[in-house]
């Protein structure tokens, strides 16, 4: 198996990332995947020469372009198609290797592979699905981002597509899937939450009916169903309000403290809560849809999370889950059928 | 002043209500408003007797009938006409009292009041905006759930109302408004967010454009706008993690606890901060737009709560809240006319 690394890509790149990389082939050593580290093939070699790893396992694909955060997404493959990330989805697409993983601007790698791999045969949309860990196993939302704009059928999709993945993700035979809203009563929410209870009703085997946000962590529901618009407001607010509580924590046992027992103490529970919700634990998540590996790592990715990335991406690889979700929009016939009816509106 | 106070409402009714209502005349003394408690007159009569306070500033409304939480809210008003939500309402419509305050089920006493009470002429759309707290002094979040469908039209209006309601509870001058979204740039997010930006802009004066949901803790705002379905997810998630995270905390606390030191100052440490997080501190939130003074107090109020809560009415019947969101609109005609071609469609 062979794998493309964006190195230029991230808060904490090109260091990190390499960091990642070799840390990644020490611990898997033969079973490695190989590895195409993409981007300034000087500032890489000069990094690998302190390094010890095995030589056979890496290539290097020279470029130099970035890709900023604040660019337009949909831009990127026209304006910087020597960039580091659109060089890595381009490996893919020339199935010069199985996988691509890059830190990078979220929007312009689902763009860039939109536009040069495409999706998989009958999917509408593709979505972004990270896994958010809790104290009481976690779930998958989806989708958390992808789209700003999403209508029944997508969600319905987004489901299926999610399913597949949290059953190769953790083995998890049947995950319950729940619809996120407002209240649980089926006619709750809005227009889309509406319609697309119905849907999920009919088609998804282990539809939970609608769970609200108040109770997302209370391991009563594997994947959370949502718009785009809404799964990233959930997903970054998640983010603030955790590391808002954290800080306050943090500066009231500063103004508190009066020994260092304590200090040990009060500190190693936080931590020991910090490191399971720590999103570099559970490494690259895939863009879901797309017609072949590319997954999303943390834009805050340090070696660790590119480390635990690759494991992710190799794993992907290895459990086929393009594949499985063709699979199973074949089976679930009537979702593509609708599909087509709605890309040709009258 | 006069207040009705739905005693029956709330998980901790009728108890818990009569209770604050007696806390808040002993704080308040000759100042307090006069209050009608609206419930079952034995169980009232009964509790009032084993507490002494000033007798002349209370009034009984006896009603037995109850609104339960899962009941459907439009059907209240017809199905339910002698609840004590219902009536407390009637007594606003019938200029028996300046206020009325409930713990009981937020959809019914939204429709409720609109059937009654009617709309602020010219507001298309009531809002529900609570006030969340924070370390950083906390914002007001508006739509909070009273309209699961909203349009950029209604979202403008939410502005203006809850930017009068923060001037008025935080005598906070100019407050900072801001659009929750999935971007920080002006063409960031759905149709909705991407259609308000531009009415915000040019209406309202602090706007300050685009707001992450990661950021909200930050005190870079005092008024979050946003739909109502989005609103209500924001709100009931803030609830779902912290007290996830709270759990979880003392949790680990209870397995690592090894001295009596330790547990009283980490105790105490979570303590502060769950009371500055806790509803009850904030007391009730009005229905803004709502042609008189409703409000909603959290359905998990103690007898404090309920206790604030009559604070927070006292407050905004004296700020006259709702003459001056009428006057805005006055001032802001261009807002009203929008809303005379939304209603009258071509």
């Given at each position: ?236 607010l998640i983010e603030g309000i955790i590391s808002h509580l954290f ?40 863009l879901l849809g797309i017609n072949g590996v590319i997954m999303k ?15 992710a991406t190799q794993k992907s690889i290895e459990e086929n889950l ?25």
């Amino acid at each position: 198996m062979k794998i493309a690394l964006d190195v230029l890509g991230g808060d904490f790149a090109p260091m990190a990332n390499i960091e990642g990389a070799i840390t990644y082939l020490t611990e898997y050593g033969n079973t490695a995947s190989d590895l195409i580290l993409v981007g300034d093939e000087k500032v890489i070699n000069s990094k690998l020469e302190t390094l010890s790893f095995n030589s056979s396992k890496i290539s290097i694909e020279h470029t130099t372009e970035l890709v900023e955060m604040h660019e337009k997404p949909a831009r990127i493959f026209k304006e910087k198609p020597n960039s580091s990330l659109v060089k890595s989805i381009q490996l893919v697409k020339e199935r010069k290797v199985d996988a691509a993983v890059s830190s990078g601007n979220t929007g312009a790698l689902l763009a860039t592979s939109l536009f040069l791999i495409g999706k998989i045969p009958g999917i509408i949309r593709p979505a972004f699905a990270p896994f958010i860990p809790t104290n009481k196993g976690g779930f998958i939302l989806c989708d958390a981002g992808a789209n700003a704009n999403s209508k029944p059928q997508h969600l319905l999709q987004f489901a299926l597509m999610a399913e597949a993945y949290i059953e190769h993700l953790e083995k998890k035979i049947n995950p319950r899937i729940g619809l996120l809203n407002i209240g649980v009563e089926k006619n709750k929410g809005n227009e889309l939450s509406q319609s697309t209870y119905p849907l999920l009703e009919k088609h998804i085997d282990n539809f939970i009916g609608n769970i609200e946000s108040r109770y997302l962590f209370e391991g009563k529901v594997d994947v959370v169903i949502c718009d785009g618009f809404t799964g990233n407001i959930v997903l970054k607010l998640i983010e603030g309000i955790i590391s808002h509580l954290f800080e306050w924590i943090e500066n009231l046992y500063t103004t508190h403290e009066n020994g260092t027992n304590l200090s040990s103490e009060f500190l190693s529970i936080l931590k020991e809560i910090q490191n399971n919700l720590d999103h570099e634990e559970y490494g690259a998540t895939p863009l879901l849809g797309i017609n072949g590996v590319i997954m999303k790592s943390h834009g805050a990715s340090s070696s660790r999370g590119i480390h635990n990335s690759l494991i992710a991406t190799q794993k992907s690889i290895e459990e086929n889950l393009t594949n499985d979700i063709a699979k199973r929009l074949t089976i679930q016939a009537d979702i593509i059928d609708s599909k087509q009816n709605e890309t040709n509106p009258v």
